[in-house]
């Protein structure tokens, strides 16, 4: 069974950094990409970035230059690493990994970012 766990999200003031993790279980990144998305309040989920299976990654323009999104294969997890939040940063976000046509989403992670 393939499970998504995402951590790392908590208040954070703006400018302020977070990392946020997401753990895959039942399959392994090495065969796989995945992706961060999140949702603002009253928004649609969209798209934060991606990362491949051979390691090559994409940031969404809105978030170049602050954001990073790594993978580490020996703890088959992925990282998003943001710098200087923006309130309008605010949302959960979650790790999605597509495989065999499904669509597999964790439970998400709240960032609220606030003074």
């Known amino acids: 069974q393939v499970q998504l766990v995402e951590s790392g999200g908590g208040l954070v003031q703006p400018g302020g950094s977070l990392r946020l993790s997401c753990v895959v279980s039942?399959?392994?990144?090495?065969?796989?990409?995945l992706a961060w998305y999140r949702q603002a309040p009253g928004k649609e989920r969209e798209l934060v970035a991606t990362?491949?299976?051979?390691?090559?990654?994409s940031v969404e323009d809105a978030e170049k230059g602050r954001f990073t999104i790594s993978r580490e294969g020996a703890k088959n997890a992925v990282y998003l690493q943001m710098n200087s939040l923006k309130p309008e940063d605010t949302a959960v976000y979650y790790c999605?990994?597509?495989?065999?046509?499904?669509?597999?989403w964790g439970q998400g992670t709240q960032v609220p970012v606030s003074s």
């Open positions: 999605n990994l597509p495989l065999r046509n499904t669509q597999y």
């Open positions: 039942g399959s392994s990144l090495s065969s796989s990409g």
């Open positions: 990362v491949d299976n051979a390691g090559w990654s």
